[in-house]
């Protein structure tokens, strides 16, 4: 059983994570994905 967890919306988890899925599809590997969805909660002020 394969476990794989990962931030989205940066560049490692959304690109790596379904690569290993699909390897271990390949190798039928059982997977479970645990997968957060990173918001940018930052204000963007202007200028006065």
Do not use: Y
């Not at 790596?16 to 204000?43: D, H, S, V, Y």
């Amino acid at each position: 059983m394969l476990f794989i967890t990962a931030g989205m919306g940066g560049g490692t988890g959304t690109g790596a994570a379904p690569i290993i899925a699909e390897i271990a599809r390949e190798l039928n590997i059982l997977t479970l994905q645990l997968l957060q969805l990173l918001l940018n909660l930052k204000e963007k002020k202007g200028v006065s």
